[in-house]
């Protein structure tokens, strides 16, 4: 008996051990919450350079989008998007380099259903809305996509110019 109960708990412990290593993995190689592409999370106390209003949608003839699809940004700035799903099926805003997005896209293809709120994206269900106070300490040009598989296909991407 003694050797069922130990060797129950044993798997037990190991199930727990690799659900927990699942789900606390960082995921693909450069998928840490650590460091970004694209700057840093911002402090939503300190005051922002200005709010960029970013609308996700579809239109009659399939294509998705966001509104604008292009933003230009000084380096240092703080800014505030306010994201808003005027469409009628889940969207996300994914905002990383173009290389950080497609290995991610990769990720997305294999979980479809992964939700996203994290300091750099979003998902949100249609008519929802969310904001993402980010600070652009380096300069360059990043993106901001859907995920979703075939979003991105369906022209759901933008672009962040940072000067």
């Known amino acids: 008996m003694k050797t069922r109960i130990s060797a129950f708990t044993g798997a037990a412990v190991a ?8 789900l606390a993995a960082p995921g693909e190689p450069g998928h840490s919450h650590k460091s970004f592409a694209a ?22 003839d399939a294509k998705m ?7 230009e940004i000084k380096r240092g700035e703080q800014v505030k998007f306010v994201l ?12 990383d380099s173009v290389e950080n997005n497609a290995k991610h896209k990769v990720q ?6 992964m ?4 300091p750099n994206g979003k998902r949100l269900a249609p008519k929802g809305s969310s ?6 300490t380096k ?17 759901m991407k933008g672009t962040v110019v940072v000067k």
């Open 15 to 22: 199930l727990t051990l690799a659900t927990g290593l699942a």
């Open 115 to 118: 939700e996203h709120d994290d």
């Open 65 to 71: 989008l966001f509104e604008p699809n292009r933003v």
């Open 84 to 95: 808003k799903n005027v469409g009628q099926v889940d969207h996300e805003f994914m905002l």
């Open 139 to 155: 300069a360059g040009t990043f993106e901001f996509a859907c995920l979703i598989p075939g979003h991105y296909e369906s022209g």
């Open 39 to 60: 700057g840093e999370p911002g402090d939503p106390k300190k005051p922002v350079a200005r709010t960029v209003e970013v609308t996700m949608k579809e239109t009659e």
């Open 108 to 113: 997305m293809e294999k979980n479809p259903d």
């Open 131 to 136: 904001e993402i106070v980010w600070r652009f």
